[in-house]
T-cell receptor, first 112, second 113 residues
Framework: GQQLNQSPQSMFIQEGEDVSMNCTSSSIFNTWLWYKQDPGEGPVLLIALYKAGELTSNGRLTAQFGITRKDSFLNISASIPSDVGIYFC????????????FGEGTQLTVNP | DAEITQSPRHKITETGRQVTLACHQTWNHNNMFWYRQDLGHGLRLIHYSYGVQDTNKGEVSDGYSVSRSNTEDLPLTLESAASSQTSVYFCASAAAGENQPQHFGDGTRLSIL
């Protein structure tokens, strides 16, 4: 079953606001990934994190790999309407080959 | 540009029918994956393959099968479609090796009546 708890499940914000979402697990992951899915499309990789404590940015997006290796968060600053979509966290373990475990997703709605 | 293509994009069928969803990638990736996406469950792995003639079961493999006769294609077959298999299906591929990102197709929306 699902091993990643992603929250919140949905968010409704105003344009310009900052957004924060996170994923937690009861077990360790070696890599954390954040994907975004636009309506009618497949997920697209936003940020990959490979080391505990790592903080990585991609434009207005910032993600961190928790020091316990059991959590990660994604922040979006100064949201814009095109940020709308579903954001997924995914974890990878070295013992799992190339398989990923996905969170349930956070549905983000941005009101202009 | 290299890409991953799923077909059809939408399909409606009846229970008991055999259905095959196609996935074709032009990146020459060794690793390919099939997921289903349902509300409240995120993406769940159905089957995956690490190369030609290699197939493995994921966490929700019952009722599904795959075959890998070449590098580019990993078709997903529902032997006898059930209403519980109504879902959106995503194919992904990745290069072999550590920390290689998965690239996703745009999905197939399958409705089983």
């Amino acid at each position: 079953g699902q091993q990643l708890n992603q929250s919140p499940q949905s968010m409704f914000i105003q344009e310009g606001e900052d957004v924060s979402m996170n994923c937690t697990s009861s077990s360790i992951f070696n890599t954390w990934l954040w994907y975004k899915q636009d309506p009618g499309e497949g997920p697209v990789l936003l940020i990959a994190l490979y080391k505990a404590g790592e903080l990585t940015s991609n434009g207005r997006l910032t993600a961190q790999f928790g020091i316990t290796r059991k959590d990660s968060f994604l922040n979006i600053s100064a949201s814009i309407p095109s940020d709308v979509g579903i954001y997924f966290c995914a974890g990878h373990r070295w013992t799992s080959g190339s398989r990923l475990t996905f969170g349930e997703g956070t549905q983000l709605t941005v009101n202009p | 540009d290299a890409e991953i293509t799923q077909s059809p994009r939408h399909k409606i069928t009846e229970t008991g029918r055999q259905v095959t969803l196609a996935c074709h990638q032009t990146w020459n990736h060794n690793n390919m994956f099939w997921y289903r996406q349902d509300l409240g469950h995120g993406l769940r792995l159905i089957h995956y393959s690490y190369g030609v003639q290699d197939t493995n079961k994921g966490e929700v493999s019952d009722g599904y099968s795959v075959s890998r006769s070449n590098t580019e294609d990993l078709p997903l077959t529902l032997e006898s479609a059930a209403s519980s298999q109504t879902s959106v299906y995503f194919c992904a591929s990745a290069a072999a090796g550590e920390n290689q990102p998965q690239h996703f197709g745009d999905g197939t929306r399958l409705s089983i009546l």
